[in-house]
């Protein structure tokens, strides 16, 4: 038996080459359950995988893909049977171990969750990493207190993965979205979205002045970090909190301790990568709930495995707008 792959593989130069290979099924890594794979999506990880690796990628030849929806084929794991729709985000399959830009991958099943009800595979990885990364963010929000009455909320790099979900997320919450994007075209959009307003990335860009701005945000899902974040903290209300998801902007923080000591602002880290079995049901019921599935439509572009050593690229470069949902079978 033999399943098509992403394969990418590094020359005695150290270059990387990606193209989509025949392998045979006993080239499958260890694992309890056998998933015949539907979709996948592309988030920056993978970007990186699918170039350089990133420090991401330990041993080649490798299968990217950190995400995937599909059916199980085989398990040995009671909790899993043949027949059975699961997702799988996270626990670095797609870095350290094969992932999901395949028509078959093999996991451990505690990395695996059943697919909520109301969801399809497809729509699963429309929301991929990126749209459970923004529902973390928005439900530790929540859990600090953040209701839509406390004011607006900023989304920045709201034309992304992270950032489309969030907007449309909190939209339907009835937060007020305030988006952040420096691609004045993305203006209509994110009006779709949700968004009340659109905030250019410029006015945000120029590094802190004042350790403290006019109170302006009542929470944030912040997915570019760097000097973005370190002026956003200084404009928080008080008692506020970001929810930091990402670095697009880089992984420094040029800010001052003055927001969180003289206005209680708290930053708050997300991390979707090794997130506990009940938080991740949790969040996916919450997805299944309170993500639009016509906002969600909105978003996609679909794609191939032949497709993505380009949408690699292009999402490196910022190019990537919404969710790219992969149909391994095509």
């Known amino acids: 038996m033999t399943f098509r792959a992403l394969v990418v593989e590094k020359d005695d130069t150290g270059i990387t080459h990606a193209a989509v290979q025949a392998l045979a099924d006993d080239r499958l890594p260890a694992g309890d359950v056998t998933v015949a794979v539907e979709y996948s999506t592309v988030n920056y990880k993978d970007g990186l995988c699918l170039g ?169 899902v912040d997915a570019v970090g760097g000097a973005m974040l370190a002026r956003v903290l200084g404009q928080m209300t008080y008692g506020g909190s970001v929810a930091a998801v990402g670095l697009a902007g880089g992984a420094g923080l040029p800010a001052t301790v003055i927001p969180f000591l003289l206005r209680g602002v708290n930053l708050l880290g997300i991390d979707s990568v090794m997130q506990p079995y009940e938080n991740r049901l949790r969040a996916w019921e919450r997805i299944a709930r309170d993500l639009p599935m016509d906002k969600l439509a909105a978003m996609i572009t679909p794609a191939g495995l032949a497709d993505l050593p380009k949408l690699g690229a292009d999402i490196l470069a910022g190019k990537v707008r919404g969710r790219v949902v992969v149909d391994t079978r095509a």
């Open 52 to 220: 350089t690796g990133g420090g991401l990628v330990r041993t080649y030849p490798h299968v990217p893909g950190i995400d995937f929806a599909g059916t199980v084929l085989a398990s040995d794991d009671a909790r899993y049977s043949a027949g059975d729709k699961v997702v799988l985000t996270g626990w670095r399959v797609g870095e350290a171990h094969w992932g999901g830009y395949a028509e078959k991958a093999r996991v451990k099943a505690d990395w695996l969750v059943p697919l909520p009800k109301g969801l399809s595979t497809q729509q699963a990885m429309a929301v991929g990493t990126a749209g459970f990364t923004a529902m973390l963010a928005v439900m530790a929000l929540e859990d600090h207190e953040l209701t839509p009455e406390k004011g607006e909320v900023l989304v920045t790099g709201a034309a992304g993965g992270v950032g489309s979900v969030a907007t449309a997320i909190l939209a339907n919450l009835g937060y007020t979205v305030a988006a952040v994007t420096g691609r004045a075209e993305q203006a209509d959009y994110l009006h779709g979205l949700g968004a009340a307003r659109i905030v250019a990335r410029a006015d945000l860009a120029e590094t802190v002045k004042r350790p403290l701005e006019a109170e302006t945000w009542a929470g944030c």
